[in-house]
């Protein structure tokens, strides 16, 4: 397969309600939507979901798009791919920046299933056809507020509710909530808030029966994390830590978490999820699938890879209104009893509304093989 055009749109979706954690308050989401062209006029589609601070990690989306535009479009241009995982191969020769090289492998993925007329699905081996999931709640002013809104979770169908927490902002939230929901599934994260001068507040958050604490300590971090996962009866899980299979495995070999929360775009795509999937199946360590703030694009990834069954936990995958008043897709995901239905059909199994995209669009790029740049 040669890919013979890539047209990329940046966009900008606001948030049904700003969204807080400990690194600030997101208001909207700036994402650019990729469409790969093959040499028999396939198309398939990825998202770069990368924040446009450096505060998750250290990709922006500003250096991923010239990252994109200068590195991987050329290399894909010049590659001749004969299966799927080629593409995988091909980033290699490009260090880090996994946001970047994921937006265009996993569009690359969606092609090859259009090209076979079959589901991107059907590549993992599974069958679900709805999803279990959970929510992410963010940091609100008032105790009063999160408990109000964790309610209203709850009755939409919600079953799992993570709270994210930072120093002040921890015990009385997470203490309200267990009592008031005594049975719930319930996790904090924290985005590297604290450090292990901590211990003895997470000695008492070890006590709310958390199914898991996310992310306590720096994203780098995987000794004070497995010092700290001594202490408490509570899985750790590592989230920003997680880039490829090795930072698993050295996870692993430390008893630094007992839990990953993956998510494609920050492990560089489906082939490098896929081999941490399978790492963790084989060392019982508990994997799920997290979120991005991503579009229907996105989502329509995260619940066709979430359909496999290692995933056993319910992900922070969400409706689509749980962030957007309009998606860019013309069916986007909705929750029903709690569940969400895989998409069916070739590829993502979805279509784009472009009208929606159209409102949203900032600018739009052209890249030809013939490497024509227009804008």
């Known amino acids: ?94 260090q880090g ?30 069958q679900k056809s709805t999803l279990p999931v959970g929510v ?3 940091i609100h002013v008032t105790t009063e507020d999160l408990i109000a809104q964790v309610s209203s979770y709850l009755e939409q169908g919600y079953q799992r509710i993570k709270v994210k927490i930072k120093p002040g902002y921890d015990i009385v939230p997470l203490s309200a909530i ?19 001068a901590d ?41 920003e830590n997680i880039r490829t299979v090795e930072d698993v495995k050295t996870a692993y070999a430390l008893g630094s978490c007992r839990a990953i929360n993956l998510k494609i775009p920050r492990v560089g795509g489906i082939t490098e999820a896929l081999r941490i999937v399978d790492f963790c199946q084989t060392h019982q360590l508990l994997v799920w699938l997290g979120g991005m703030f991503e579009s229907g694009i996105g989502r329509a990834l995260n619940l066709q890879f979430a359909s496999q069954t290692i995933f056993t936990f319910p992900g922070d995958i969400s409706a689509a209104n749980r962030y957007y008043a309009k998606d860019i897709i013309k069916e986007p995901a909705k929750m029903e009893k709690g569940r969400i239905a895989v998409p069916q059909g070739i590829g993502l199994g979805i279509e784009l509304d472009w009208r929606a995209i159209q409102e949203v669009c900032e600018q739009k790029q052209t890249y030809s093989s013939n490497h024509s740049i227009n804008q």
Not at 209 to 215: H, P, V
Request: aromatic share 10%; with cysteine.
């Open 1 to 94: 397969m040669k890919i013979t055009k890539v047209e990329r749109y940046q966009l900008r979706l606001p948030l049904t309600i700003p969204f807080q954690t400990s690194y600030g308050v997101l208001e909207e989401k700036s994402l650019d939507l990729l469409i790969l062209e093959d040499e028999l006029g396939n198309q398939g589609y990825g998202e770069l979901v990368s924040f446009e601070q450096p505060d998750y990690i250290e990709e922006t989306i500003s250096a991923d798009r010239q990252l994109i535009e200068q590195q991987l479009i050329p290399r894909l241009f010049q590659a001749e791919l004969q299966q799927v995982e080629d593409v995988w191969s091909l980033f290699q020769s490009v």
């Open 178 to 196: 267990r009592e008031k929901f005594p049975d719930i599934i319930l996790m904090a994260d924290a985005n590297s808030a604290y450090t292990l």
């Open 97 to 126: 920046n996994f946001m970047a090289k994921s937006a265009l492998e996993t569009a690359v993925w969606d092609l090859f299933a259009k090209r076979e007329q079959r589901s991107l699905q059907s590549y993992f081996g599974s």
């Open 136 to 138: 992410s709640v963010g």
């Open 199 to 239: 211990l003895e507040l997470f000695k008492q958050l070890d006590q709310l029966n958390l199914a898991m604490i996310e992310q306590p300590f720096h994203q780098r971090d995987f000794v004070d994390h497995a010092r700290l996962q001594q202490q408490l009866q509570t899985k750790i899980c590592l989230d």
